[in-house]
Structure formats: structure tokens, C-alpha cells
């Protein structure tokens, strides 16, 4: 029993030393008669400070006994003091105490600590002293405290979380079937799902809420409330039109919570990553790259993602290429596989980018890969390469053959003779030949500048149109995909040929060639060529004359102007023989078909130009000039044939033959003459009667073509001059009279009518000169004219002297009158024999000019007169009257005769020796000598005497009508007169010659010969 | 006539070659008080002689110097108009009063004689008192030329 009490004390001991409790005992008053260590911990004071000393109310606050107290009042329903009884009150009763105070330790800090005090009893139920245990509930307090912050945050969250949460019992039958459920709790964000408040459905059955709801739904959120196995699935709400997440999960049994995520985002993203993941892979599939992702791990690299284009590509089956990422390298080619490693490393050293190409096996086949990868690096994964492997074996090829080509057209560039320029679309000079170099005369240096404006520029000074090339050479870099030939041609004479097509790759313009040659020789040549080809053209089709080709037989080609002078269509033409387009003779009685001499006249060496008359299709002929000409063409000869409708020329031809015809005749029988004068004044021409003027005859031959001045003395020379002059310009006066000279000296008077003549242009070529022998008219003319003076002087002088005697008769009939009267008869027989004698003379006058008149009839016919004759009948007749004075006559033997009237001509003798009688000297007897002599090829007779001679003054009045030299003299004056009207009526003339007076004077007068004597008014 | 003429008879000469119109002139003139003298030559040569004094009449006291010339146009030797042009061209006596005779009025004579500055004409036979009138008219001591208008 000791034993099992220091047991049982040990025990007691050790259950107090170690409890973690506070347990303190206390006596009835509540003094601590017992600390544990647990105490003395939470309390902070030490069991020795204690025990003895305090109650246990010394470590609670007062206020809170206090407040135990007024509590412990009302629950055992009777007053319990504060402080100590308020912690044993309770225990004291019996009744269990576990209640919440507030420790206070000894440092001064709180604690919360949860006091059991329970009495304790003896044996027999009395109490003696009470035990209090204590436990620290600060953790729990925290505990709780967290706990309500948890349960806050919680109902933050709840409140306001955006999933939608309900907590639900279900409901089962009696067979433990869920067919219904209750809503417990339900957060705003269910409300906001349903539309249903909390209140409406706190409390209330799914049943009767949302009826709707299917049953299965009741089933299975039953099998979790029940079973505890949560579940989760996805709904859809179609009339939200939204998804959800469903978990539901049961927090106790009976019960399930059910959440509601709104996951229509996420599944829409989802069903985009879908989508997109689909994409992808379509891509991937479908591009012609092989895409890959290569894991770079220190020791290996792991493929962690092959298309199957990748697997296409290498050859590969997919699980070996992720199995191991070194069978790559096992299809690559030995020699290449080094190159394939360095790069491999090279990139993964530097992560930067992978690339390489080289040759592998695929498939059995030789072909050339390339592989490109670009590092990723996250964090915590090693990098990894994203890339696409691609089969360039094509484009290797490509380029194997663009290589071969390329150094064969490195070849053929510099092997050509072409000048060849490429430049690429930007301008730059990409490629050139030295023939180009050479054709243009370019340094090397201009070139290499790639400055495609200089090289321009270089070439436009050599051009000899540079402004025309000049657009067309700057645009080397011409992008435009049009091939473009130009012809350059240069200031010295070299023409280039100028050839561009666009540089195309894969259908794309990248640039341009140009290619020049030299072709100055060919160019020049071909430029002859084709001018003579084209002038041939030209001609063959612009002329105006018919040209037609033909073979020795038949024509074969024509122009158009043939079609028209034939009417007929060209291929009627062709084929035909020239016979057949001819009548069957020609107008010489000669066959049409002998036209075939003719060609083989040409086709012999000899061209042929004939007249021919053809026949239109119609029918018609027309007159035609032909000329053949035979040559070659293309290596055949053929001939030529001109044609030319000439009839119209023929027509003209023969009306101007005709007009010729009358303008001759009209010449040949104009009574004027009709000259042409050039406009030098020469002779072209003298019409039949103009020859005859001008030479004497009209069968003159003209030795040269004489000028027109020959034919005018050299007085007139002035005039024709003048004329002349104004003939140039067309000036000439109507009616102009001129004293011409003909070749022999013979003068006349012509009356000239002229024009300029002008050609069709309107240019002077010639005078036409009408020339009018108007000699006689003229001497008609200055006869009339002398004879209206002489008429009118007659007249006066008539009027003159026939009054003067009347005057006589009136002034002395007056003054007989006056003395009449008078009574004076002293002068009556002088006045009266005045008067007697004035009328006498009168008379006398009266006769006079009767025989003056008579003068102008002719008596006797013209005939010859023997002059010596006539003169010894002369003197006969005067025989009286010369005895009387003793007058000596001498007359010439072989006077020559005269041609005229006989006795006008005696009455002249006459006269001239009855003047020479009057006026004989004073003192001596008279002398009178007859004779004649030649002066050029006229007879010039003369009757001279020794008398009293005449006056220089009047040596022309004496002929004058009534002009008396010697007022006292005989006669009536007109003797003179008289003689000089005979000899001027018979073409001759008469004058006086005398030194002066007392000097005697010599009568000179002609006459004519026969011929004169015809043209004188004698005979008309 | 003014008394200035009357104070002394006017010698006149008559240039005539018709004896019997001068003798009509003369006959008439016995009629004009105021020529007492009056000389008579037969042409126009002896009629300059006796105007400048020269030839045959160089005897001024026997053959005084005309106050009037009475000249007919028609004259041998020397035509009447010659006889005017050689007196008017003359500066001693252009001044002379000459009076033309004419047997015409023709319009010829007239204005010839005008032309060559007769002082004025008169038809045969002459009138005595056309005479007076044309002798009254002319201006004496006075430079005068009618002709020529």
C-alpha cells in the first residue's frame, strides 16, 4: 500500500510536473496551496512566490471577476462577491465551471487562459479545497480568432466570389433514394445564375424552386451527398448561353456543395486554342517545310516536336526522330556531317540561330536539306530550337544550273560580238562584256562607278540625235517587260543596232539587257536598199503614168494608175500580152501583135519609146506614149513599161497644129509687117511682109538674128530706144510713129503697134512688134496737113489781100462822097481810077487763085516729058518778053526728062523764067542760065539768073501765096506759089538759093522719077 | 485831147505799104486837127530807120521823131510785128505809142498785136473819130503799156 501510494504519488507528481496544464490547487478560500510548473509558466511567477500567498483571483483583472460575479449572480440566483468567489462558485456548487479569464502574469502581460475549477472533496463529499486547471488558449484564441478570419474572409469570399456556390441536403425517400434536395446556403453569385434571391431559395426545396431541374441531376448530386465522391462536369446553360463548370463535392454527409464556374471564356478560348491548334497543324501539314523543335540538353539534343513534313523531309519516321535526334545526322552526307556539327554547336554555344545546308540520303536519294532554328529560352527549361527543315535539293539544282549557265553565258558574253550591258531594276550595272566597253568607247572606270546616268550621258555624246535617244537611253533600268530595238545613230557616221529585253526571274522583272551591235556597214547599205526600193515604190505607185511590169510575154504586175487607164482590175491585166490590150492595128496599118518586136528589141539591149494606141477594157482607144525599158529583178529580166495617155496631148496637139495653122496664115497674109523681138532687142522672127519692110523683099534670107535698131537712122535711134523701153514693161503706145530705115537705106514711115509678150508664168520672153508701112499715109497726112496750113493761110492771106483792095474801093468811095458833097471834084478822076484799079487787082487776085486751085486737077495724064523740049517751047513763048530786055538763056542739052504733067511743068518753067526776067539786074541785061545736075540718085534741075538776087530772110516767104518781093512789081504774087504747089503735087519740091542781094539767085527744083510719081496723089 | 497835146501837133508816121490806104489815112488825118505832120514809109525796114533816127532819116530837123506810129501789120521786108518787137525791145523809144492797122480783126492779128505791145489797132479805113477816141485814150507823157493785156 505505501508502495502503490508513492506510486500513486509519483504519479500525482509527475502528472503535475509534466501536465501541460496549469493545475492549482487551493484551499476553501481559494489560497494556492499548489503550483505546477505549467502554472508557473503561464503565469510567470514562481510556485514559491505563490503558494501561501495569493488566491487565485490575484491573476484575473477584477473588472472580469466582477463581471463573473454579476453573471454567476444571475445564474445560481444569488449574490456572488467579486473577485475570488466568482472563480469557485461555480465549483463550490457542484457545477461544472470551464469559463474564459484573462491571466494576468507577472510581467504585466495578458493572457487568455481557459479555467476549469472543479472542488475538491474528501472522503466524505466535503469540500476542502478546489483545483483549478488552466489552459493557455492564446493558440486557441488565435486558433478561433483565425478561425472567425477564416470564417470572415470566407464569407468575403463566399459572398463574392464570381463562381456560384450552393449548399444543399438531400432529401431521400424512405428507400434512401435522393429525390429531392433542400437549399441551404446559397452565395449572390448563384443567386445572379439562377435569378433566384437567397431568400427564395434558402430553405426551400429544389423541387419547388426550379422544377425544371432533371432528375438525374437529383441522382447524382444524391450519390455525393451520400457517398462523399465528388464529381465535377461541364454544363451548358442555352438559354445563358454560357458554360459552367459544375463541382460538386459534399462537406458533410447528407449534404452537397455545388460551384458553378462560368467558364464560357474559357471554353470559348479553349475552343480557339482548338481551333488555333488546328490551324497549326494544318499549317504545319500543309507547309512545305519540315517544322521541328530540338531540345538543347548538355549532353544530347532531344527533337521534342517533328511535323510530318519534317519526317517528309528527312526520311524519316517520326518515332525515330524523337526516339533519337541522331539518326538525323546519320542520313546526312559523311562529307557534310562536320559542317552539320559545327554549326550545331556554334549555335547552341551562342544560342543564336541555327542554320546549315548540306547533302543527305533521304529516302535513298542524294538530296540537299537546309535546316533553320531560332533558340527559345524559358525560365527553367533548357532552350530550345524552333525551326523548319526544307529539301533544297531544286534549288541546288537550280543553281547548279543557273551556275553552268551563268558561266556559259560569261562565255557567250565575251565571246559575242555584241556589246552587252545588264542592269538590274534599280539602276545598278550588274553585268557588261568588253565588246561593250569597246563599241562604246568606255573606260572601265565610268562603268564601275555603276552610275548608270554617267554611262548615259557617256553615250548620248556620241550620238548624232541625242535629244531623240535621250529618254530612251536613260532607261536602262527600264522595268517595263517590253523588248525594245532602236537604231542609234552617231555624229561620226556609225549606226549601232540597239536590242533590250527585260532580265526575268520567275516571271518577275529584276532587270534589263542590252545588247548593241555595229552595224554602220549593213545599216548604210540597207538604208541604200531600201531608199531605192522605196523610191522604186514610190514611183511605181505616185507617178502619173501607167507602170507595168511584164516578161518577155505577158505583164505581170501593174500600178494603179495603170488599172485606171485600162479600167480594169489588176489581175485583168496580168497575164495578158500587149497585143491584147491594143486594137487589132494600130493607125500605120501595122498588126498590134508586131509589139512583140519591140520587147525583143528591149529585152536585145535596146529601150523602146514609141506612140501606140491601147484599148480599154471597153473598148476605147487612147492614144498613148510606151516606153520599154529592160532589167533585172531578182535575177530575172523582165521589162519595164511606161505608158502615158497622151490623148489629150494629141488633142492639144492637134489644136494647136490648127492654131498654128491660122496664126501663120493671118502672119503670112497681114498687110503688116510682124516681128519678135527677144528681149535683147533682136529679130526672132520677121513675118513674109515684115521681111519685105524692113529688107525690100519678102524671100530675104537673114544671114543672123539682126537687132531691131538696124532698121532706124540714127535720129530715131533715141526713140526706139525709148520705145523699146517701155515695151519692156510692158508699156507701148498705140499708134506710134517712127521713121525706120530699111537694110538698103530706104526710109519710111512706120506706124508700130506693140505688146510684150509674157509666158504662161507671166514671165516676158518677147515683143511682138506690128509694124505699118504708113509712108504715104504720112505724106498724106503732112500733106493734109500742110494743106489745112496752107489753107488757112490762103484763107487769111486771100482774106487779107482780096480786102485790101476793097478797102481801097470803100475808103476812096467815101472820101468821092465826102468831096461829093463837098462840092470838091478836084480828086474825082484820080479817086474813081483808084477805085477802077483796085478792082482790077481784085480781078486779078480772083484769077490768080483760080489757077492755084487748078493745080490740085490734073489736066493731062502723066506721061514722059523730054525736059530740053518743053524748055525751047518755053522759050519760044517768052521769046517777046526776053528780046525786050535782052536777056541771054542758056540751057543745058541733056536735061533729063521728068515724069509728069506737060504743061504743069511748062507753066513752071514758065514761071521761073518770067521771076528771073522781073527781077534782072538794073544795070545790065539779064542773064538766065537752065540746066540740071544729079544729087545722089535724084535730078535736080535749076533756072538761075544774075539779077537782083533775094534776101536770105526771104527765101521761103517768096513762095509764100501773094507774097510780092517787090510790092511795085508785076504780077499777083502767087507765081512762086503756083510753081511750087505744081512741083510738090508731083512729088518733087523746089527752092531758092541766092548770096544776097544784087548777087542774082538759083531756083533748085525735082521732080521725080516715074516710080514716085505712082505713089503720089497723082495717080489717086 | 488834153491841152497838153494841143499845145503842139503830134507827128505821126505811117507805116503802109498800100499807096491808096495811105493815101485814105492821109486824106484822113486832114481831118485830126492834131496831126499837122506826117511822114509816110513803105515798110517796116525804112519805118525803124526813121523811128531810131538812123539810115535815111538821120536828119531829125527834116525827119522829127514820131510822137505816133500808125503801123500796118502786112509790110515787105519787114513784117509789121517784127517792127513792134524791134521797137519795144529798144530802150530809147519802146515807149513809143504805136497803133497797129489791120484790114481784119482777126483775132490772129489782135492779139499778136497786142502781144507785141501795140498800144492798140484799128481796122481799115480807118474811122477819124475811133482814131481821135484811141488817140485821146493813150496816156501821153506817161509810161503806159496796154499791149500784151
Known sequence: MAQQQRTAETVQRAILHDAAHAIVATDLTGLIISFNPAAEKLAGWSAAEVVGKVTLASFHPPEELAAQARLLSERLGRPVAPGIEALLAEARAGLPSATEWTCLRKDGTRLPVLLSVSALRDEQGEVFGFAAFAADITERRQADARLQEREAQYRLLFENMVTAFALHEIICDEQGHPVDYRYLEVNPAFERLTGLTARELEGKTVSEVLPAVEKYWIEIFGQVALTGKPAAYENFFADLGQYYDTWVFSPKHGQFAVLFSDVTARKRAEESLQESRRLYADVVASIPLGVYRVSARPEEDVLEYVSDRFCQVVGLPRERLLEDERVVLGIIHPEDRQSFLDANNQAYDQRSQFQWEGRATVRGQLRWLRFESHPTQLPDRPPFWTGVAFDVTDRRDVEEALHQQHSLLEGALQATADGILAVSSEGRITSYNRQFLELWRVSKEILD??????????????????????????????????????????????????????????????????????????????????????????????????????????????????????????????????????????????????????????????????????????????????????????????????????????????????????????????????????????????????????????????????????????????????????????????????????????????????????????????????????????????????????????????????????????????????????????????????????????????????????VGRMVNPPTQVPMNKLVADVLELLAGSIAQRGATVTVQCDLPPAYGDPQRLQEVVQNLIENALKFSPPDRSPEIEIGSKSVGDKTVYFVRDHGRGIESRFHETIFGLFNKLDPRSDGTGIGLALVRRILEFHGGSIWVESAGAGLGATFYFTLPGRKALSTSPLNG | MDEHTMARPLNILLVEDNLDHAELLRRTLEQFPAAKFLHHVEDGEAALDYIFGRGNFRDRLQFPSPDLVLLDLRLPRLDGLDVLRHVRRHPTCHRLPIVVLTTSEAERDVAAAYEYHANGFVSKPVDVQRLSDLVDGLEWGEASDRGGL
Not at chain 1, 479600167?567 to 494600130?586: M, V
Not at chain 1, 509674157?758 to 504720112?778: A, E, F, M, S
Request: glycine share 6%; hydrophobic share 40%.
Open chain 1, 449 to 854: 562607278t555603276h552610275d548608270t546616268m554617267a554611262l548615259a550621258d557617256y553615250i548620248l555624246q556620241q550620238l548624232s540625235h541625242p535629244a531623240a535617244m535621250q529618254a530612251r537611253i536613260r532607261n536602262f533600268n527600264d522595268t517595263s517587260r517590253a523588248d525594245t530595238f532602236d537604231t542609234l545613230e552617231f555624229t561620226d557616221g556609225r549606226v549601232y543596232e540597239r536590242f533590250s529585253r527585260p532580265q526575268m526571274v520567275a516571271g518577275r522583272v529584276v532587270g534589263r539587257v542590252w545588247s548593241f551591235r555595229d552595224v554602220t556597214a549593213r545599216h548604210w547599205a540597207v538604208a541604200s536598199l531600201r531608199e531605192s526600193e522605196h523610191k522604186f515604190k514610190m514611183l511605181f505607185e505616185s507617178t502619173n503614168d501607167a507602170i507595168l511590169i511584164m516578161d518577155e510575154k505577158v505583164f505581170v504586175d501593174c500600178n494603179r494608175v495603170a488599172e485606171t487607164m485600162f479600167a480594169c482590175k489588176r489581175d485583168q491585166i496580168i497575164g495578158r500580152t500587149p497585143a491584147e490590150l491594143s486594137p487589132e492595128r494600130q493607125p500605120d496599118g501595122r498588126l498590134s501583135t508586131e509589139a512583140a518586136e519591140k520587147v525583143r528589141s528591149v529585152l536585145a539591149g535596146a529601150p523602146q519609146f514609141f506612140e501606140w494606141i491601147l484599148a480599154r477594157r471597153d473598148g476605147t482607144l487612147f492614144n498613148a506614149e510606151v516606153s520599154l525599158t529592160g532589167f533585172e529583178l531578182r535575177g530575172q529580166k523582165v521589162i519595164q513599161v511606161i505608158i502615158r495617155d497622151i490623148t489629150a496631148r494629141k488633142l492639144a496637139e492637134a489644136a494647136q497644129h490648127e492654131a498654128e495653122q491660122l496664126y501663120r496664115t493671118l502672119v503670112n497674109t497681114s498687110p503688116d509687117g510682124i516681128l519678135l523681138l527677144d528681149l535683147t532687142g533682136r529679130v526672132l522672127y520677121s513675118s513674109p511682109k515684115a521681111l519685105e519692110l524692113l529688107h525690100g523683099s519678102a524671100e530675104t534670107e537673114l544671114p543672123s538674128l539682126p537687132g531691131a535698131l538696124r532698121f532706124v537712122g540714127r535720129q530715131e535711134r533715141h526713140q526706139a530706144l525709148a520705145l523699146f523701153r517701155g515695151a519692156l514693161v510692158g508699156i507701148f503706145p498705140p499708134n506710134v510713129r517712127l521713121l525706120m530705115r530699111r537694110s538698103d537705106g530706104h526710109e519710111f514711115t512706120a506706124e508700130l503697134n506693140g505688146t510684150l509678150l509674157r509666158d504662161g508664168l507671166g514671165v516676158p520672153w518677147g515683143i511682138l512688134v506690128i509694124v505699118r508701112d504708113v509712108t504715104d499715109r504720112q505724106r498724106q497726112e503732112d500733106e493734109l496737113k500742110s494743106k489745112n496750113a496752107e489753107l488757112e493761110r490762103f484763107t487769111y492771106t486771100v482774106s487779107h489781100d482780096l480786102r485790101s483792095p476793097l478797102i481801097t474801093i470803100k475808103g476812096f468811095a467815101g472820101a468821092l462822097l465826102a468831096d461829093a458833097a463837098a462840092g470838091r471834084t478836084g480828086r474825082l478822076n484820080e479817086d474813081l481810077n483808084r477805085i477802077l484799079q483796085a478792082a482790077d487787082k481784085m480781078s486779078d487776085l480772083l484769077n490768080g487763085l483760080l489757077q492755084l486751085s487748078r
